[in-house]
């Protein structure tokens, strides 16, 4: 299974994806939401996992982007500091089909992240 994880921060994108490849997931690394939706059209990824707030495409754009331009049924789980419920609202009427509020469990992502991919399955 491939995951696609769009993250500006550092540090939050070796964890994420350290922990996805011990998990058995081939893993692609965007750092900014126009470099994300390059990986998305060529990576084609069984699930992607996006930050809001990124360079260049917010993640609600990504989601967006996904859902209406692309047309694709990808799951997509949005990590973010902002919790703010209008900002979750909004990212579950684009499309998004988890939410995680920064700082978050590796262990919880892994466990969301293998939920999705079943009911795709």
Do not use: W
Request: proline residues 4%; negative net charge.
């Amino acid at each position: 299974m491939k995951i696609l994880v769009c993250e500006d921060d550092e540090m939050v994108l070796k964890m994420v994806e350290f922990k996805l490849r011990k998990d058995g997931y081939e893993v692609q690394l965007a750092g900014d939401g126009k470099a994300a939706l390059d990986q998305i059209r060529s990576f084609q990824p069984d699930l992607i996992i996006t930050d809001i707030m990124m360079p260049y495409l917010t993640g609600l754009e990504i989601v967006h982007q996904v859902r209406k331009t692309l047309n694709l049924a990808t799951p997509i789980i949005i990590v973010s500091s902002i919790g703010l419920e209008k900002t979750v609202l909004e990212a579950f009427q684009l499309g998004a089909d988890d939410f995680i509020t920064k700082p978050f469990s590796p262990n919880e992502l892994s466990v969301r992240v293998k939920k999705l991919l079943m009911k795709t399955a």
